[in-house]
């Protein structure tokens, strides 16, 4: 029990409308007076005045419960010791299901583009995930918030969506200073628990904004995802050789709100025993638990038999089942293709990640796949391509988008390779790279005679590239008047070559890509819109690296080509600390970034696993420079603390000689390919050999 402290009758509204939230319907930020109330009493106040009766009772178990300050900001890394029982790794979900809710979290990304919205996945422990567009408008704190690894738990950071959708087992939403901790207060947060077919929690959807009164309207859209999410999950995952998909026939029956209008799920057995359902599912049933159904006969239920059910399906006809209170289901009959045998357990937990994936690993002739395995699939560039190439045959020009290193390059060249211009020339533009006063006749040529020097003339990109593909990459970069000279031979099909009046009349395909944001470049002035939309005949936008769901699989992946590149026969696997250090970090670079590290770290390998000592020194110093200011700064949790080689073992630079000596070892001195396999430049590496005066 906890104790109620009255607050003082001057400082309470006089009506008892619904608590505003920032200085609302009577000036008054209630929230925020009932929170600075806390501060000073150390007690929420008594009655829903002030704030919802789902805060008050929220605060006061962050108070009593968890014996929190409002001040708490950060979790510290010993609070995430002592919540996880002992240190012990908190209970993570299921690789599969964590992958398929990366993936369909990513699916509902669209949806959110162009808001200020970020979309999180958290373990059922509140361990993120996976956070999708996170961070760009959250500022450093939110930033922070919004990193994997961070506990959103509500007994380490107070109530928030994600946590407390956990511990209420449904779904919520905080405004602001209806946050028990401060670091919450610029946000609104959002949360959905999901569940797997047996009721076992088995993560957590959320979102955060920093408009922070907004969230009891993204409750609408946490709702709604949430259950096409545990649906798409429950018919991926669930047990069960049958499933019904049932919906309520008589809407003024007397069921309210989404269970009105949704499917909900059950599946069968052979026998015809409920072995799962959704929670759309167990309320057209009138369940309570899935206790309640689970392990029951389908007849003892809805009154009717396996066989029953079957014929009717065979039929063709619709199931019309009648439940308790004179309620009718209409239903339809599945009879689902995957075997028993292949399904996952999605509530039981993956203690030994690390190692599972580390078996999985391997140099190709030991691998430890299954010899009938699918082999991966790219399936995002495999998607954009198949569109491009498509719309290639219309010449249709293309913008790809996406940070620095996701692939655009990358993309261009397969569109090129795969599509009805291949064999055809493929001609490079680096908008960035070339002078400013260069770019006209590097991409429109000149005639002998334009310009001092300029004796035999040159051809310029959109000749070289005619019949063609012309790559213009980093677009953004083009200057102003140089965009409207593109824009014309674009238009018209046509170029002047600089100092020539005659024009010549070229048959190009233009693909741009970029990583900047070009409507803000055009909001700003600093590109044409008339070109951005010229250019933007259809657009392709890649995702970092850090919010792909395939991340692990495309990093298993590349691992796997980089063995083969090196004709590496022996078997090489990444360790279980490599793979988690490789899932928590946020990848800046993306795949470059990856492809340079991994290369670095098959080089370093000696023995059969990649260890945290052979990954490249960049790459740690990275990670400990990140640990280092998360600790110089406000009580934060860094992944990577975790993961910073302790001073007892290593000094960081015998870590960083070691790679080098090994290095050069191997290439026998030779500095360029060292510092290739080590993914830093020469002048790096000459300079930390002279620091670290080591000799070739
Ligand atoms: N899907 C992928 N599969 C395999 N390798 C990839 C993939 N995407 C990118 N890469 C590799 O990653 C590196 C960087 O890719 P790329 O140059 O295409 O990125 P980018 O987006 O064009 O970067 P920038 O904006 O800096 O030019 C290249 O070595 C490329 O081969």
Not at 88 to 109: I, K, S
Not at 114 to 123: F, I, K, M
Not at 338 to 347: A, F, G
Not at 605 to 630: C, I, K, W, Y
């Amino acid at each position: 029990m906890y104790s109620v402290v009255q607050m003082p009758n001057h400082l309470k509204p006089q009506d008892h409308a619904a608590p505003e939230q920032d200085a609302g319907l009577f000036g008054v930020d209630r929230p925020g007076v009932a929170w600075d109330w806390m501060m000073q009493t150390g007690q929420p106040p008594e009655g829903d005045d002030w704030v919802r009766p789902q805060v008050s009772e929220a605060w006061y178990r962050c108070i009593e419960e968890y014996r929190l300050s409002p001040r708490t900001s950060l979790l510290r890394p010993h609070a995430i010791m002592d919540f996880e029982n002992g240190g012990r790794t908190a209970p993570a979900t299921n690789l599969d299901v964590r992958t398929a809710l990366a993936t369909m979290a990513f699916n509902l990304q669209p949806v959110l583009r162009d808001t200020s919205v970020s979309l999180l996945l958290a373990d059922s422990a509140g361990t993120l995930i996976h956070a999708l567009d996170a961070g760009s408008n959250l500022g450093p704190m939110g930033r922070r918030l919004v990193r994997l690894g961070e506990s959103w738990n509500e007994r380490i950071i107070g109530n928030n969506g994600l946590g407390t959708a956990a511990v209420l087992r449904e779904p919520v939403a905080f405004d602001g200073k209806e946050h028990f901790s401060s670091v919450l207060h610029p946000f609104a947060t959002v949360g959905h628990p999901l569940f797997a077919h047996d009721g076992g929690l088995v993560a957590l959807l959320g979102l955060i904004t920093d408009q922070r009164s907004s969230a009891q309207t993204l409750l609408g859209f946490v709702r709604i995802a949430g259950y096409l999410i545990e649906t798409n999950l429950f018919e991926c995952q669930a047990p069960g050789a049958y499933m019904l998909r049932m919906r309520l026939n008589n809407i003024s029956a007397g069921l309210t709100g989404q269970d009105c209008l949704l499917d909900g799920l059950i599946s069968l057995d052979e026998q015809g025993r409920i072995v799962g359902a959704t929670r759309t599912g167990l309320n057209l049933l009138r369940a309570e638990r899935h206790s309640d159904i689970l392990s029951e006969n389908v007849e003892a239920v809805l009154g009717v038999t396996i066989e029953d059910l079957r014929a009717c399906a065979s039929r063709g006809e619709p199931i019309e089942l009648e439940i308790p209170e004179g309620w009718r289901l209409k239903a339809e009959f599945i009879v689902r293709r995957r075997p028993e045998k292949d399904v996952v357990q999605p509530s039981r937990s993956f203690a030994t990640k690390g190692a599972h994936r580390a078996a999985t690993v391997s140099t190709p002739g030991h691998s430890s796949k299954a010899a009938n395995a699918e082999p991966w699939r790219d399936a995002i560039l495999e998607a954009a391509l198949q569109k491009a190439v498509n719309l290639q045959k219309q010449k249709i020009p293309m913008l790809i988008t996406g940070e620095s290193g996701v692939g655009k390059d990358h993309l261009v060249r397969r569109i090129h390779a795969e599509g009805v211009r291949k064999g055809r020339p493929l001609v490079l533009v680096n908008c960035a790279a070339i002078p400013r006063e260069l770019v006209s006749s590097e991409l429109f040529g000149y005639v002998p005679g334009s310009f001092t020097g300029a004796r035999t003339g040159k051809t310029g990109k959109f000749v070289e590239a005619n019949t063609g593909v012309l790559f213009l990459n980093e677009i953004g970069e083009m200057a102003l008047d140089l965009q409207t000279a593109l824009l014309c031979a674009l238009d018209s099909s046509e170029i002047v070559p600089v100092g020539g009046s005659k024009p010549v009349t070229v048959d190009v395909q233009v693909i741009a890509a970029t990583n900047s944001d070009l409507p803000d470049c055009v909001r700003k002035g600093a590109f044409r819109r008339d070109l951005y939309y010229r250019l933007n005949g259809a657009q392709f936008w890649l995702p970092p690296l850090r919010e792909r769901p395939d991340k692990l699989g495309l990093i298993e992946h590349l691992w796997e080509q980089e063995v083969k590149a090196q004709h590496v026969n022996e078997h090489k696997a990444l360790s279980a600390e490599v793979w988690d250090i490789f899932e928590r970090h946020p990848w800046p670079g993306n795949v470059r970034e990856l492809r340079n590290v991994l290369r670095s770290c098959l080089a370093m390998t000696s023995g059969p696993q990649t260890l945290v000592s052979d990954l490249p020194n960049d790459f740690l110093r990275e990670m400990s420079d990140s640990a280092q200011a998360e600790e110089e700064g406000e009580a934060g949790l860094s992944s990577y603390a975790k993961w910073r080689p302790s001073p007892e073992s290593k000094a960081l630079a015998d870590w960083e000689a070691d790679a080098i000596r090994s290095a050069l070892a191997k290439t026998a001195g030779n500095v360029s390919e060292s510092a290739r396999q080590l993914g830093i430049t020469r002048a790096t590496l000459y300079h930390k050999m002279a620091r670290l005066g080591l000799r070739k």
